[in-house]
């Protein structure tokens, strides 16, 4: 099994900064892909930024140039630096890794940690 853990949520006061992390334990031979999303109250969740293995980036258009998507495999561990806060990126952030554990390639969640962008 493998177990995702997102930190780093909080309060913030617009233009200000957050880092979440997300640190992947378990079972676990490599990390594929590690993406974030979000979900806004009475919103669906949607795509925040992706990163590969390969070091490849892709982010939603409403966070290019703010955000930025990073990993440090040698921990299993994946961050979102965020940058420029608007109190419309106010949201549950979910972190997601697809991993090999030698056998299978399986996709999971983290919990989701609360982002909250007010003065």
């Known amino acids: 099994q493998v177990q995702l853990v997102e930190s780093g949520g909080g309060l913030v006061q617009p233009g200000g900064s957050l880092r979440l992390s997300c640190a992947a334990s378990g079972r676990i031979f490599s990390i594929n892909a590690m993406g974030w999303y979000r979900q806004a109250p009475g919103k669906e969740r949607e795509l925040v930024a992706t990163?590969?293995?390969?070091?490849?980036?892709n982010y939603a258009d409403s966070v290019k140039g703010r955000f930025t998507i990073s990993r440090d495999n040698t921990k299993n561990t994946g961050y979102l630096q965020m940058n420029s806060l608007k109190p419309e990126d106010t949201a549950v952030y979910y972190c997601?890794?697809?991993?090999?554990?030698?056998?299978?390639?399986?996709?999971?969640w983290g919990q989701g940690t609360q982002v909250t962008v007010s003065a």
């Open positions: 997601n890794a697809q991993v090999y554990n030698g056998y299978t390639r399986q996709i999971y």
């Open positions: 990163i590969i293995s390969g070091g490849t980036t």
